[in-house]
Structures are given as C-alpha cells and as structure tokens.
C-alpha cells in the first residue's frame, strides 16, 4: 500500500518524441551554494523499474542540477549554467553516450560520479557557443578532449535485473564514494563530488551521445508502453 516512504514516478505512453520527464528532488527554487547535502552522508533506498530496456535515463542519487539555465520551470531557478558533480545510480539506455573519456562504461546501469574544475558561470556563457561545434564531427573530439580536463568522472557498469527490488546505497564521504547493493558494497571510487549537491530520483525519455567518433547528439525517444520507477523505504543518514 502506498504510503509517504513511496514512490511511483511514471513517463506515459507516448509514439512521439515529447521530453517526457518525471522527477523528484530537493533543490526547489534553491541557489546552488544552498543545496542541502554534503558529506559525511549516506542515501539508501529501494528501487525498481517497469523494464530493462526503457527508452532514455533513469536514476537516483546526488548532483547539482547543471543543466537548470536550459530546462528550469516555474518553480525552479534558471540557474546560470555550471559543469556536472554527481554520485549516483544512472541508467543510460543505448542511444545514450555519456562519458568524456574512452575508458569507461557510457551507458547502460551504472555507479558513476562527477568532479568537475570549478569555472565562473560567466566564463561558461561566453564559451557557451563553443559547444555548438560538437554537433560538427571535425570539431567535436577536440572540445570533448578539452571538457575531459575540466570533469573528472569515474564509472562501473552493474549487472542485475533491474526489474526486481533491490536496496542501493551511496556512501558520499569526503575523500571516498561507495555504492553497495542489497547489503554488499559493490563499487568505490576516489573520485568525488564537491558539496553541496542535491537529491535526484528521475525518469525520463531524453538521450544524449558524444562518442569516441562522430558528433554530438541529443533528443528524445518515443516510450510504446508506459515506464516507471519506483521508490520506497528512502533514508538520508548522517555518520
């Protein structure tokens, strides 16, 4: 029976590419400095989904909203735009090419994080047009060499039925993140976000690839059957 330890978030059936999101945080209408949480902490939950195989991302964990300057709402700030820092459980569905580096998982279930150089948001709008490039295959691997200095990102792919109720774990310390499953650390990484970030739960229909070879490019997948996550028993804890 649902109670307020759950959570049903759901993307409806949809034949068109509509971005199709559905979210839960903590960040509001919050400046980024004002996020809630920083380490030592501790974010564990239940979680399953509707199919393995769904169209674009879904996922729980911690970040700091960089992309709000694009996608914010009525109740969020349009928050000036800033590089990725995130600790997280992150699925990517195929279409999806999501690191900067050639060495890691790019998609599918992952434990990932981000520590991005801090940058002024000012210097980010001016160099803001720059990115443009990456939609042109001659110009796009040079930026993405470039965007690889700037964010750090560590990544290890899971193997497991998603499908199924398992409990996941994110162990944000200051110098340390572990992720651990159903009781048993899985992952950890010396790669670590700086404070504060925020909580995420997400799903959505949306892709985004920067491959190796070839261009950027981004959109939205139509979803033929309805996708879901769902969220019970979460707990925030401090050490």
């Given at each position: 029976?649902?109670?307020?330890?759950?959570?049903?978030?759901?993307?409806?059936?949809?034949?068109?590419?509509t971005y199709?999101?559905?979210?839960?945080?903590?960040?509001?209408?919050?400046?980024r400095d004002q996020f809630l949480w920083k380490p030592p902490i501790v974010l564990r939950l239940n979680a399953r989904v509707s199919d393995e195989k769904l169209p674009g991302t879904w996922g729980f964990g911690f970040w700091n909203d960089p992309f709000s300057f694009?996608?914010?709402?009525?109740?969020?700030i349009k928050r000036?735009?800033?590089?990725p820092n995130a600790a997280w459980f992150f699925h990517a569905s195929p279409?999806?090419?999501?690191?900067?580096?050639?060495?890691?998982?790019?998609?599918?279930y992952l434990?990932?994080?981000?520590?991005?150089?801090k940058v002024h948001p000012g210097m980010l709008l001016l160099t803001s047009p720059a990115l443009g490039l990456t939609l042109?295959?001659?110009?796009?691997?040079?930026?993405?060499k470039g965007l690889r200095r700037l964010v750090c990102q560590a990544a290890s792919l899971i193997q497991v039925n998603v499908t199924d109720w398992h409990t996941y774990s994110i162990d944000w310390q200051g110098s340390i993140v572990s992720f651990s499953m159903d009781g048993s650390k899985i992952w950890q990484t010396p790669i670590v976000p700086p404070a504060p970030l925020s909580l995420v739960i997400w799903i959505d229909n949306q892709y985004a690839s920067l491959p190796p070879r070839g261009r950027l490019r981004y959109g939205t997948?139509?979803?033929?059957?309805?996708?879901?996550?769902?969220?019970?028993?979460l707990e925030l804890m401090d050490h």
């Open positions: 029976m649902p109670s307020e330890r759950y959570w049903h978030l759901e993307v409806p059936t949809s034949s068109d590419r199709r999101l559905a979210q839960l945080d903590d960040h509001g209408g919050q400046p694009l996608l914010g709402g009525d109740r969020t000036l735009p800033t590089l279409e999806n090419y999501l690191s900067f580096r050639d060495d890691l998982p790019a998609n599918g434990a990932a994080t981000f520590s991005s150089t042109l295959p001659p110009t796009a691997q040079p930026i993405r997948l139509p979803n033929p059957v309805p996708a879901w996550l769902e969220v019970r028993d």
